[in-house]
């Protein structure tokens, strides 16, 4: 060791280091070396080089299992989320009127996806039968009031988060107090769709989209079949 010292204090540390890292096999050679090479620890005493090693491959494999852990949780909801989108989907295209495919909406809003309000805006003549519906109001699609709407009711993208005070007095009415995040699906020639929380946190930017989309193409595409 203390002709290694010698040599090292010659090349310099960072020649060493340079040296080691395009030999990374090195060790393997002297393993006697390898056990009594000790180091620093952010806490605690030294420990020797096998003992590192160990604890950092400890700790990665920790890290790997939460995050197994993470992507198994998300592929679970996901496949629950999907089998209550196609569920949604067949309820929907058992339905034999508008009003009643709009009412299945509704209610697999509230009760399969946990809406806290729901609302659904129509463009056009409100459906007689839901003329007492308090989850449902028909506007003439040249309203005044859809101002605040025109751009995402154009490109049909979902919004999630906290919506403008504006959007809120159309969707919730005398309600928009209750609502502290909402889900918007905007279907361009049909309407809006709004699922409202009362937890800030539960519609945030940001977050996935792909079932609210393919959610309001179901509604969509089951409204086309009564004009």
Not at 86 to 105: K, N, P, V, W, Y
Request: charged letters at 20%.
């Amino acid at each position: 060791m203390e002709a290694m010292s010698e040599v090292t204090e010659k090349l310099g540390a960072h020649e060493v280091a340079a040296w080691l890292r395009r030999h990374p096999t090195f060790l393997q050679q002297f393993p006697d070396l390898a056990l009594t090479l000790v180091v620093p620890r952010e806490e605690g005493p030294t420990a020797s080089l096998a003992s590192y090693q160990l604890d950092v491959l400890r700790e990665k494999n920790r890290e790997l299992s939460r995050r197994l852990g993470e992507l198994s949780a998300n592929a679970l909801e996901n496949e629950r989320l999907a089998v209550r989108v196609h569920q949604l989907t067949l309820a929907l295209m058992r339905q034999d009127s508008r009003a009643t495919t709009l009412a299945a909406m509704a209610a697999s809003l509230e009760e399969d996806f946990h809406g806290d309000l729901v609302r659904i805006v129509l463009l056009g003549q409100m459906p007689p039968e839901l003329s007492d519906a308090p989850w449902l109001q028909a506007v003439p699609a040249d309203s005044s009031h859809l101002a605040p709407f025109r751009d995402c009711l154009a490109d049909g993208e979902p919004i999630c988060g906290r919506l403008q005070p504006q959007k809120n007095a159309l969707l919730y009415a005398a309600r928009a107090e209750e609502v502290a995040s909402s889900a918007l699906l905007p279907l361009p020639g049909v309407g809006l769709v709004a699922v409202g929380s009362r937890d800030g946190n539960r519609f945030y930017p940001g977050m996935g989209t792909l079932f609210l989309r393919m959610m309001g193409q179901s509604l969509a595409a089951a409204l086309r079949r009564y004009g």
